[in-house]
């Protein structure tokens, strides 16, 4: 595995007019590496994912491929260069059939010249096997309605959708938020998965247990402006969790709620800290 | 494990049961049709509801809002709605009209010019659509009325009527746009009629519902027409060109309605500028009870088809029996009910398909 990074963001700013959302953000992910961005909301995360993917270019800074700098045309062009975004809800169509979601824009087909056929049959094979490749074997029909599919399902055939479609850096815009205990350890592993097979993982998350079982490097995202980076094992959950909050609040609220125990024989709050 | 699924390939794969036809989108449409068709042939037997000409009352009327319905059909599947189909369609036989009466124009040259016309509405609409993000419900509102007022200004200005003559257009041009159709085979007491007095515009709709079945179902483009109404972000992001398939819909119904003009312009030898406002309500109608969900990302051909179908016997079919006329609104305002509330529990059929395979 080469040391370039796959992607790299050096300084880079992002204004929209007069209001400045991004500052001098420099980051990089090598192959085979997931990069959690975390961030509180309005952090500046979705612009971010947005300059990464092509949407918006970045008002100063250089974006990076393989070392070299680019300038995205639009979305089309990063994905073309292989830079893949799957966002919150999946990118997939509940009402449409598991092998025509997995094929949308890059469809299979056969026939010659103007009368061009979808291939259904090829379609929802190969949907079904690469899906199943990535540890969903629940899904064997590929005519199946992806609104029959669970949550977790949606993301990971997202997930499986960009992988097959030569994806090397796979950024997941909040794969977890929506998603239950069990939904959301099931995309993990699927993050893991892809990490496995050499992609750049860019992982974007306020769920900091999530970002710790995958993360190989952090970034922590406040204002716009990157307030840490570090790698796996060197800070604590609870380091992490006051850095996104901004430090103070945090530790305020800790205090108040072990103030609370000690008034009340040890029980904690009824409002359980978020997990 | 392997068993499980290998059974579950089977079930989903064989598609013959009947539980996985009654999932098909159409499944409710054409259920609603037999229904319909029953009914109407039981009440309307003595008034010769079943009989070739009988039929063709409710097949060309069918005929004429089925041309309209299945590119209102493509746009309420990627999320729009297009109004102004009921000033296209007398824009379609004036412009045809004036381009032979006024230009001198050869019939099928009128008709290309028309197409073009109704092709560039179309693109205006579309434009605005997806330039401006007004919902294309607005949008096309204000286009009917606009079309509505250049159809009477300009027919004034141009041809100083707006009931206008259209000259006959040739034996083959006729057979093709607009004329009555019959096929008896046999002679004398042992003919049999196989169908009787059916306009030009019945063998247009079955022959453009045939195209449009293969651009949304067979072809790639039929995909993202759902995808856009699925999910329009999400399909630009796969990078589906939504703006210009959106506007090349658009331009698609806008020629569509101005056919219909051009085929009851040729058929009448006449024209006029009257805005058919009935029009834009029966093709919805016709839509959504061929199971097309009015949110987007669904629906099929066929199920319109059988919609537009289920909808010329209703709006029809009532003059074949005892039932007072009077009751004819009632019972299309019934069937939109009926069909909206079956469409949606076979959609809930459809999604659910997998739940039942957990275990």
Redesign the interface.
Known sequence: MSDTPVIELRNVDKSFGPIDVLHEISLKVKAGEVLCLLGDNGAGKSTLIKTLAGVHAPTRGEVLVDGQPVKFSG??DA?NRGIA?V?Q?G??????SVG?NF?????P?KGFGPF???DRKTANKIAVEEVQKMGI??I??G???V???SGGERQSLAIARAVYFGARVLILDEPTAALGVKQAAHVLRIVNEAKKRGLAVIFITHQVMHAMTVGDHFAVLIRGAIAADFRKGEKSREEITDLMAGGQNMADLEASIEGYMETHDGHPPKVSAAE | ?ADT?NN??ST??SGFSLLGLLRRPEAGAAAGFILVFIFFSYFGWDKNFLTPLGSSTWLNFASKVGIIAIPVGFLMIAGELDISVGAMIPAGGIVMAMATNQFGMNIWFAVGFTMVVAGMIGWVNGMLVTRTQVPSLIVTLATLFVIAGLNAYLSKQIAGTTQHSVPDAGIVSEFILGDYHSWIIGEGENSFTIFRSLQSSFFIWIVFSIVCFYILH???W???I??MG??Q????????PTNGLKIALFMLSAMAAALVGVTEGVLANSASTTTQFGMIFNSIICVVVGGV?LTG??GTVTGTFFGTLTFGIVFQGINFTSFDKDLNMLFIGVLLLIAVLMNDTF?KL??????KK?G
């Open positions: 979305p089309k994905q975004t966002h809800f990118g997939t169509y509940p009402l449409m025509r094929f949308m824009g890059e469809e087909t061009k056929v979808f074997t629940r064997t029909d005519d199946r309605l609104g029959g599919l | 494990m699924s579950e390939k989903g794969g067979v072809s790639p039929g995909n993202w759902f995808a699925g999910d972000e999400s399909a630009r992001n796969a990078g589906i969900l990302g669904f959609r459809a999604t659910n398909a997998s739940t957990k």
